[in-house]
């Protein structure tokens, strides 16, 4: 199996070459596309090599050719739909920002426990209830969960969506999961992102840092 770390760093390079809005270039070097990625040159044809393009030495790659063949790994022929389970603030700022955003991969369902949620359409997305859950999973074929409920509901909205057949999970409730080993679950953690920067911002700022 494709180590996580390279579908991360391909993730990573689609979404620079995608930004990449020059006419007269139409390639770009691996150690150029490194540079943008944090990344090193063999790092980046090592990962381009999982995915099978290769690229002239001379010329390197071609942008949008790499993109696509990026693609094509990476995303469902027939596309993949997500559910979103916590329709708060966080909830809706995540639907806001996929919304329309990549044809391959969309939320196309949300989930609250809240009867005034019920029936909304949230940035192009349908909110329904919790309850509805194996229904609707069934029916739109969702494979991904989107976590953002409270921390202590997290581990019953996991349980919940496993039980539906869903085996990946975004998770952005600060608690551990305890799941089964075939459920692919991914946590993200905003605030210990944040009190990490700022405590290492303290300490730049005060020139503690000796290394
Ligand atoms: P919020 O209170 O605004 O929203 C939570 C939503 O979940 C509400 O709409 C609520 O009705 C719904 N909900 C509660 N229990 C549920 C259940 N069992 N099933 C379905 N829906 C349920 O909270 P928020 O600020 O959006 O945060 C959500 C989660 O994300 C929390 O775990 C929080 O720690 C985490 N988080 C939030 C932020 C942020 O910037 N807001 C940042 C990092 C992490």
Redesign the pocket.
């Known amino acids: 199996m494709t180590p996580d770390k390279s579908i991360g760093r391909l993730s990573l390079y689609r979404r620079i070459l995608n930004t990449i809005d020059d006419d007269s270039r139409r390639h770009i070097y691996s150690h150029e596309l490194a540079a943008m990625a944090g990344s090193s040159a063999a790092q980046v044809r090592r990962d381009i090599m999982i995915i099978g393009y290769s690229g002239n030495p001379n010329r390197g790659y071609d942008i949008k050719e790499l993109a696509e063949s990026i693609g094509i790994f990476l995303d469902d022929e027939e596309g993949q739909f997500a559910a979103l389970?916590?329709?708060?603030?966080?909830?809706?700022?995540i639907l806001a920002y996929f919304s329309g955003r990549r044809p391959k991969l969309k939320i196309t369902a949300a989930?609250?426990?809240?009867p005034k949620?019920y029936g909304r359409v949230i940035h192009g997305c349908h909110c329904h209830s919790?309850a509805e859950l194996p229904v609707i999973v069934q029916k739109e074929n969702l494979s991904v969960g989107i976590?953002?409920?409270?921390?202590a509901?997290?581990q019953?909205?996991a349980e919940?969506l496993i039980k539906t057949g869903i085996t990946g999970i975004i998770n952005?409730?600060?608690?551990r999961l305890k799941t089964p080993p075939n459920i692919y679950v991914e946590d993200?953690?905003?605030?210990m992102a944040l009190e990490k920067v700022a405590y290492f911002a303290r300490i730049h700022e005060n020139g503690r840092l000796t290394h």
Do not use: H
């Not at 389970?85 to 700022?93: D, F, K, S």
């Not at 989930?111 to 809240?114: A, E, K, N, P, V």
């Not at 976590?147 to 921390?151: D, F, L, Q």
């Not at 993200?188 to 605030?191: C, G, K, S, W």
């Open positions: 389970i916590g329709v708060g603030n966080l909830g809706r700022a989930f609250d426990i809240d949620k919790f976590i953002t409920v409270p921390a509901q997290a019953n909205t919940a952005f409730a600060p608690v993200i953690d905003m605030t």
